[in-house]
């Protein structure tokens, strides 16, 4: 076992993703875009109903609550079903509910009650898309493709994400109560008949040219009979059990999570309280146009990282990217609070770029070193530790910009990365799955990823889209 990763030569066979890739691309291209212009029409619709900020706020809790509640279950079904199945049958449970949805609200009949109620149930079926689709990406692609294929995933998000998605479903919205609707409907039947095209006997011949794919179970983690497995709620709660334990004696992957955590919370600080040191009469003197043009550069970073990020993690290897990666977001936050337009854009630019070769790094390794088995229940508790603290970064950077003003909100964003990287020891990298043992990853000896013969680091070392996923 010489790394995390290997890397097999850069030759073109080695280097195609493949049509099944392609095929999961475009369903999760098609769902991402869909979820763009929902979360733009969903709160104007709220808009339509009531001007009360209570209903506006219930519609907010509705659409962003199933992540703490829905994430962990949806960790346990990846694991438990084929994870395409998952996300075929989620996104499938989203279509009658947006249809109904955009039925009620074409006639003006949709109360507001309908809304947080659909909005919340359509929320909980994106958790078990979103938490499966980073379950099925290895069972499609060799180890050694992982960073490639999801940085292509990641760029293309990002893009529609940040870009794209918000841009449509502002325009679509305004052209009638449930014209945006229709078209995520129509968005969502795409994902269904994408993942429809991937059939189990691809799958299962991809799985088969990769048998260290396959192991049977995690240390200590007997395999079940599936009927057993399927039989109660407790069984669910042992399953997830065996999940959060796995997790817990991963100490990579815990200093993994602990900073991507304290990215996130700096993350959502900043982009909280950035409006208000850009717009005019904040520091930078923006315009609400002005504005949107300057959070453009953290998706432009990030989308032109996509294709160059395979080539930057070789190139530097993926141990140092691992150890450092974190600590230099927290520089672009500190960027933030220097009272110049350019500084700022270059920051933000700076930290989209970083933040995708980091995320491509992370979301790799998570993928090469856990157990396929486990990994639903695993990846679901990393995610939902990481992005738990989102909500707090609001309200801390809220707090702090009352108290001390705003650019403290950014000197702090900007320390705790760096903090958190001088006190915790650097990750050291886990071995990858073998088609030996499916017990606990190795570590190398001197606990730094190996090197591969041509002298890279083989050790690979991962938000929504901009935060660290």
Known sequence: MTGVLRRGRDTPGNERLGSPFRLFQSAVVSSDLADGIYKIAVPLLALGISRSAVAVSVVGLAVRLP???????????????????????????RLPLVAVMC???????????????????I?????????????????????????????????????????????????????????????????YVVTVWALGLLPAAVLEAVGSRQPARTSPAAPG?????????????????????EGLRYF??????????????????SYSMCLTMLPLWAVT????????????????????????????????????????????????????????????????????????????????????????????????????????????????????????ASTAGITWVFLVAGALPLIAAAVLPPPRPAAARTGGSAGAPAETSAGAPAETSSGAPAGRADTSRAAQD
Do not use: H
């Open 281 to 400: 009469p904040g520091r930078l003197g923006l315009s609400e146009t002005g504005y949107g043009l300057l959070l453009t550069c953290l998706a432009v970073g990030s989308i032109l990282a996509g294709p160059v990020t395979g080539r930057v993690l070789k190139a530097l290897g993926d141990g140092p990217v691992m150890r450092v990666g974190a600590p230099l977001l927290g520089v672009c936050f500190l960027s933030l609070a220097v009272p110049s337009v350019p500084v700022v854009a270059l920051g933000l630019f700076a930290y989209g770029l970083v933040s995708m070769v980091w995320n491509v790094a992370v979301v790799s390794y998570r993928q090469a070193t856990i157990p396929l088995p486990l990994f639903g229940r695993v990846n679901a508790a990393y995610r939902w530790l990481t992005w738990g603290v989102i909500p707090f970064g609001s309200l801390i950077g809220g707090a702090l």
């Open 123 to 187: 929320g909980c079926a994106g958790i078990f898309v979103d938490v499966a689709a980073q379950s099925q990406l290895p069972r499609l692609v060799p180890v050694s493709r992982l960073p490639r294929a999801n940085a292509s995933l990641q760029s293309t998000q990002m893009f529609l994400a940040q870009l794209l998605g918000p841009a449509l479903g502002g325009y679509v919205t305004a052209l009638g109560s449930g014209g945006g609707l229709a078209v995520v409907v129509v968005l």
């Open 103 to 121: 039925a009620l609200a074409a006639t003006d009949r949709l109360p507001l009650w309908a809304l947080v109620v659909t909005a919340f149930l």
């Open 221 to 241: 983690t007997p395999e079940a009979p599936e009927s057993k497995r399927r039989s109660s709620f407790r069984s669910l709660i042992g399953e997830l059990g």
């Open 67 to 93: 992540w703490l509640i829905a994430t962990l279950p949806a960790g346990v079904i990846a694991d438990r079903y084929a994870p395409r199945t998952v996300m075929r049958w989620a996104s499938a449970i």
């Open 248 to 265: 817990r004696g991963r100490r990579d992957l815990a200093r993994l999570a602990t900073a991507a955590a304290v990215n996130n919370l």
